[in-house]
């Protein structure tokens, strides 16, 4: 059975940095596609970062280009979101998720499994 468990979420002042874990059993996150997403009340899910099965290529979204960094431990097992010089707007329910596909990785919907999300709450 896969289980996705993220953690490191909190509250932290505007500025501040987390670092959120997701730490997976049932699959080995080198040969997947790990993926963090976002989602604040009343909005959609947000792509945040992703980081690709083989190549370990990185995508970003553009909100957090330059402050977050994706990465992965096979070791662990474990993907972690560094996030850093965080704004108020990031404020959300942060989720990770794999997929076996490399085509889309910014999509949710191309995602088969899913964590149960962390919640980060920054204060201005």
């Known amino acids: 059975q896969v289980q996705l468990v993220e953690s490191g979420g909190g509250l932290v002042q505007a500025g501040g940095s987390l670092r959120l874990s997701c730490a997976a059993s049932?699959?080995?996150?080198?040969?997947?596609?790990m993926g963090w997403f976002r989602q604040a009340p009343g909005k959609e899910r947000e792509f945040v970062a992703c980081i690709t099965k083989s190549s370990d290529f990185t995508y970003y979204g553009d909100s957090v280009k330059g402050r977050f960094t994706i990465s992965r431990d096979n070791a662990k097992n474990t993907v972690y979101l560094q996030m850093n010089s965080l704004k108020p707007e990031d404020t959300a329910v942060y989720y990770c998720?794999?997929?076996?596909?490399?085509?889309?990785?910014?999509?949710?919907?191309?995602?088969?499994?899913w964590g149960q999300g962390t919640q980060v709450t920054v204060s201005s």
């Open positions: 998720g794999a997929t076996l596909t490399i085509l889309s990785p910014t999509t949710p919907t191309r995602y088969a499994h």
């Open positions: 049932g699959l080995p996150v080198s040969s997947y596609t």
